[in-house]
C-alpha cells in the first residue's frame, strides 16, 4: 500500500520565478492539507482540499494556491517566489470520515526541498 | 488563534527517561497528537489523546489534561535512534475537516 508521495524532492527555483509541486495521497484517503516547514520550525498550515475545493486556510498570501483533481491528487502553486519560501513543503494525507480516531491524524509524504535563490 | 509551545531542545542520555512537555490555547480542541520528525524526513505518528489521562505504548507514552491546555511525551530507555523532532499538534476542528495545528517541535539529542 502506497504511502504518500511527493514530487520533485528538491527544487532550486530564483526570485520571482513560479513553482508547482505535487502530492499523491496514501490509497483510501480523499483530503490533502498542505504545510511549509521552516528550517528547525513546526509545520504551519498552507490549507486543505476535499472534494476539488479548498476548504480550510492558513494565514498564507495569495501567492499560495492549489488544486485537488479527481484522482484526489494535489498540486501547491507558488507565484513570485521569494527568498523566504524557501522551506520543506509538506503534503499530508487524511480520509475525512474515519470512523477510526487514531486516524483522525495525518499520513505525510517525505516533502518537497524548496530553496530560492 | 492558536498557541502551541513546546521546549526548543533537550538533552538526555541513552538508557534515560525523557519527559517533552506541550501547552496550548486553541479556539477548540478534538484531539492532541504528537509525531516523530528525523532530519529530512516526513513526521511519524507516535500517539493520540482526546481524553484526559496517559495513553501508553512501549517505551512511549502521552499525557493529557484538558482543563491545564498540557500534554506530555514520556519517552523511556532511550535509545540513540531516539535522536529527532517531536512535534505536538491540536486538532481543533469539531467537524470532519481534520485540521492539526503543530507546534515548533522539540529537537531531542541523544547522548551515549
Known amino acids: 500500500d502506497a504511502g504518500v508521495t511527493q514530487s520533485p524532492t528538491h527544487l532550486i527555483k530564483t526570485r520571482g520565478q513560479q513553482v508547482t509541486l505535487r502530492c499523491s495521497p496514501k490509497s483510501g484517503h480523499d483530503t490533502v492539507s498542505w504545510y511549509q516547514q521552516a528550517l528547525g520550525q513546526g509545520p504551519q498550515f498552507i490549507f486543505q482540499?476535499?472534494?476539488?475545493?479548498?476548504?480550510q486556510r492558513g494565514n498564507f498570501p495569495d501567492r499560495f494556491s492549489g488544486h485537488q483533481f479527481p484522482n484526489y491528487s494535489s498540486e501547491l502553486n507558488v507565484n513570485a517566489l521569494l527568498l523566504g519560501d524557501s522551506a520543506l513543503y509538506l503534503c499530508?494525507?487524511?480520509?475525512?470520515?474515519?470512523?477510526?480516531?487514531?486516524?483522525?491524524?495525518?499520513?505525510f509524504g517525505s516533502g518537497t526541498r524548496l530553496t530560492v535563490v | 488563534g492558536q498557541n502551541i509551545d513546546q521546549p526548543t531542545e533537550m538533552t538526555a542520555t541513552e538508557g534515560a527517561i525523557v519527559q517533552i512537555n506541550c501547552t496550548y490555547q486553541?479556539?477548540?480542541?478534538?484531539?492532541l497528537f504528537w509525531y516523530q520528525q528525523h532530519a529530512g524526513e516526513a513526521p511519524t505518528f507516535l500517539s493520540y489523546?482526546?481524553?484526559?489521562g496517559l495513553e501508553e505504548k512501549g517505551r512511549f507514552s502521552s499525557f493529557l489534561s484538558r482543563s491545564k491546555g498540557y500534554s506530555y511525551l514520556l519517552l523511556k530507555e532511550l535509545q540513540m535512534k531516539d535522536s529527532a523532532s517531536y512535534l505536538c499538534a491540536v486538532r481543533d476542528d469539531g467537524n470532519a475537516g481534520n485540521m492539526l495545528t503543530f507546534g515548533g517541535g522539540t529537537r531531542l539529542m541523544v547522548k551515549p
Open positions: 482540499y476535499y472534494e476539488e475545493e479548498e476548504r
Open positions: 489523546n482526546v481524553l484526559d
Open positions: 499530508a494525507s487524511s480520509r475525512r470520515q474515519d470512523p477510526r480516531p487514531y486516524n483522525y491524524g495525518y499520513t
Open positions: 486553541t479556539s477548540g480542541f478534538n484531539g
